[in-house]
Each structure stands twice: as C-alpha cells, then as structure tokens.
Nanobody
Framework: QVHLVESGGGSVQAGESLRLSCEASGNIDSTKCMGWFRQAPGKEREGVAVIYTGDGYPYYADSVKGRFTVSQDNAKHTLYLQMNSLAPEDTGMYYC????????????????????????WGQGTQVTVSS
C-alpha cells in the first residue's frame, strides 16, 4: 500500500497559479502511474493528469492541457501539479492517487484516465478559484 499526502491548495484569483504536492510513502516501488484527480461539489471525480513513474511520461485531460504540468521528484518521493491560468471551473478538491498496473499509461492513452484503476488515494487538498 502507498500512503499519499497532498498539500499546496488554497484560494486564488482567476489567472493565478498554484503548485500542488503529493508526498508518497510505503510501497512506492510498486507504483507504475501516479495521477491527479479533482472533484467539484455535486460532480464526479475526474482525472486531470497522469504520469508514468518509470520515465515521467505525462498525460493530460483536455480540460487542463496547456495549463497544468505534472512532474515527479523521485528522490523526494513527491508528485507535483503546476497549475497556471487557473479559472473558476478548476475549483474543487484535488487528490493524488497511485496505480500499480504495469500497463497503466497504455490504458490511459487509449481510454483516458481510469479512476477505478487507482488503488491508493490521498485525503485531498482544496483549490478555490474566484473570478
């Protein structure tokens, strides 16, 4: 099992930036993909970015492509999500999650982010963007 702790959320104005962090501990070596998800009140949790831990290859949902950047620091066991040009529709609770499936990135590229494939989840960090 992988223990995940998110941080870096906050309240910002539209157009501003935030960087989220997710510190991992536990059975980290088993992780093949790490993902960032968000959930707005009354809406489904959606995957916004995934990174293949082996080589750092990223995937982005269309809603954040060009504005968000996912990265990892293997030495610090930390996942990041740099969010630029934030808009009110980016408001929500942001979660990081871990997937141990070896084919996780192939599946993501073909089918999009598969929430059910992620086994371990953090508690989330709130992002609020006001206009």
């Amino acid at each position: 099992q992988v223990h995940l702790v998110e941080s870096g959320g906050g309240s910002v104005q539209a157009g501003e930036s935030l960087r989220l962090s997710c510190e991992a501990s536990g059975n980290i070596d088993s992780t093949k993909c790490m993902g960032w998800f968000r959930q707005a009140p009354g809406k489904e949790r959606e995957g916004v970015a995934v990174i293949y831990t082996g080589d750092g290859y990223p995937y982005y949902a269309d809603s954040v492509k060009g504005r968000f950047t996912v990265s990892q620091d293997n030495a610090k066991h930390t996942l990041y999500l740099q969010m630029n040009s934030l808009a009110p529709e980016d408001t929500g609770m942001y979660y990081c999650a871990a997937d141990r499936t070896p084919t996780c990135m192939t599946t993501t590229l073909v089918l999009g982010v598969q929430r059910s494939a992620f086994e371990d989840w953090g508690q989330g960090t709130q992002v609020t963007v006001s206009s």
